[in-house]
């Protein structure tokens, strides 16, 4: 029977290695070899510290990914300037969009939203989450053949988690105004995740293929929502289905015309068209789409919460 310390350790070389293939297996086997050999003459370890480690380096990593989708929210939320500019279509593809970016991407993507002194903790808290990623254990594996090695490591691993929790805090507290002012309370917070603890439902974000830089329209029909509200689907020529959102053509709920959709003949008439989808834009709510026949459709903040006018003019 194999030792379950021994066979730990070795886990833990096979893991800092990397998996040894036919191509390259030569010089990394002897390497393992060596290190089992050493381990052989050091049982006394005590597996509990062993545990620890491992332990401290899933927490490590684990406050790295909180303070990574922390910083998607924080993006997910950045560009909208009121609450009434939102769609949830609009706002689940931001959030898709930001879960799909590395953490050094979206550090990146938020640089212009947050202030100097929490771009420079990102910058720290990135090159500490790649060195647990990716040389961490490689660097540090010759420590856990000694109880202070392991010692030394668990101290290691605890101020790595304690770094990227509290840049997380930092950032959440500076984030907390926009949050509550997009109607996002610590008690709605709260609930969700006393309904995620009890094993309430937990919806998945809507997909849909990115948008392209020119889309060509073919067909839009008016679609009733709610009671007294109509918004407007657009086809592109791939069949995929879009409405307006703050900023030109957005992603939608809808996945394949209904019977009782109505097609917008004042649109349909300048159809098909190349359009870019996302026009430059002067504030949310305000661009226009070039059509066919010289025709413009045009976008507009409506005089109520939450709605757009449109209109047909000669460019």
Not at 40 to 45: D, Q, V
Not at 200 to 218: A, F, I, N, W, Y
Not at 285 to 298: G, H, I, P, S, T
Request: aromatic content about 10%; overall charge negative.
């Amino acid at each position: 029977m194999i030792n379950d310390s021994l066979s730990m350790r070795k886990l833990l070389l096979l893991f800092a290695l990397g998996d040894i293939s036919i191509h390259n297996c030569s010089q990394k086997l002897k390497h393992i070899l060596v290190c089992t050999n050493h381990l052989n003459g050091h049982m006394e370890i005590q597996d509990e510290l062993i545990k620890e480690v491992f332990a401290q380096f899933g927490a490590a990593y684990y406050h790295s990914e909180v303070l990574h989708r922390g910083l998607c929210n924080v993006y997910a939320l950045a560009t909208f300037e009121k609450a009434e500019d939102i769609t949830r279509p609009r706002i689940e593809e931001k959030f898709s969009l930001a879960y799909s970016l590395t953490l050094g991407q979206i550090i990146e993507k938020t640089k212009e939203i947050l202030p100097d002194n929490l771009q420079q903790q990102l910058k720290v808290a990135l090159d500490s989450r790649n060195y647990l990623a990716h040389h961490f254990w490689f660097e540090r594996c010759p420590s856990m053949f000694s109880e202070q090695g392991l010692l030394n490591l668990r101290q290691e691993l605890i101020e790595f988690s304690d770094l990227f929790a509290e840049i997380d805090e930092e950032i959440a507290e500076w984030h907390k105004t926009t949050r509550l002012a997009f109607g996002i309370t610590d008690d709605l917070i709260q609930q969700a995740f006393d309904e995620l603890i009890a094993g309430g439902p937990d919806e998945s974000l809507m997909s849909q293929r990115p948008l392209k830089k020119q889309e060509r329209l073919v067909t839009v029909w008016n679609v009733k929502v709610g009671e007294n509200s109509t918004t407007q689907i657009f086809e592109t020529k791939d069949g995929c289905l879009w409405q307006l959102c703050d900023v030109g053509l957005g992603w939608t709920r809808f996945k394949a015309p209904m019977p009782d959709w109505e097609i917008n003949e004042n649109i349909q008439r300048y159809l098909p068209a190349n359009i870019n989808p996302r026009p430059s834009i002067s504030e949310p709510w305000n661009y226009e789409f070039q059509l066919a026949k010289r025709a413009v459709l045009w976008v507009k903040r409506g005089r109520f919460d939450k709605s757009y006018t449109i209109g047909i003019k000669a460019s």
